[in-house]
Nanobody, 116 residues
Framework: QVQLVESGGGLVQPGGSLRLSCAASGIAISLYGMGWYRQPPGKQRELVASITRGGSTNYADSVKGRFTISRDNAKNTVYLQMNSLKPEDTAVYSC??????????WGQGTQVNVSS
C-alpha cells in the first residue's frame, strides 16, 4: 500500500519560514518525479514545485526565490523549504509521486496558514 504523509504545516507570521516533509512508504521515491501542489481557500489546486528523478527542479513563478524543493532518496522523503512566507501562500499543501508511465499517488495534505 502506497502512502505519502505530509507534515510540517502550521501557522506562521508573514516573513516566516516552514519546512514541509513528505514521507513515502510502499514506493521508492528514487523511481518517481515528486512534486508539491497547493490549494488556497476557494481556489483551484496549483503546482508549487517539482523535482525530477535526476534532481532537476521547477517552480511556480509566485514562489521562485522563496521556496526550495529537495529530495532525500535514502530517507524516502521530499521536502519543501518555504521562506519569506506571504498571506497568499495560505493553502493546503499536498505532495505527489508521479511514475514515468502516468498516474500519481497523493498525500492527504497539510495546512499552511500565513497570518499576523
Amino acid at each position: 500500500q502506497v502512502q505519502l504523509v505530509e507534515s510540517g504545516g502550521g501557522l506562521v507570521q508573514p516573513g516566516g519560514s516552514l519546512r514541509l516533509s513528505c514521507a513515502a512508504s510502499g514506493i521508492a521515491i528514487s523511481l518517481y518525479g515528486m512534486g508539491w501542489y497547493r490549494q488556497p481557500p476557494g481556489k483551484q489546486r496549483e503546482l508549487v514545485a517539482s523535482i525530477t528523478r535526476g534532481g532537476s527542479t521547477n517552480y511556480a513563478d509566485s514562489v521562485k526565490g522563496r521556496f526550495t524543493i529537495s529530495r532525500d532518496n535514502a530517507k524516502n522523503t521530499v521536502y519543501l523549504q518555504m521562506n519569506s512566507l506571504k498571506p497568499e501562500d495560505t493553502a493546503v499543501y499536498s505532495c505527489v509521486a508521479q511514475p514515468a508511465l502516468g498516474g500519481a499517488y497523493w498525500g492527504q495534505g497539510t495546512q499552511v496558514n500565513v497570518s499576523s
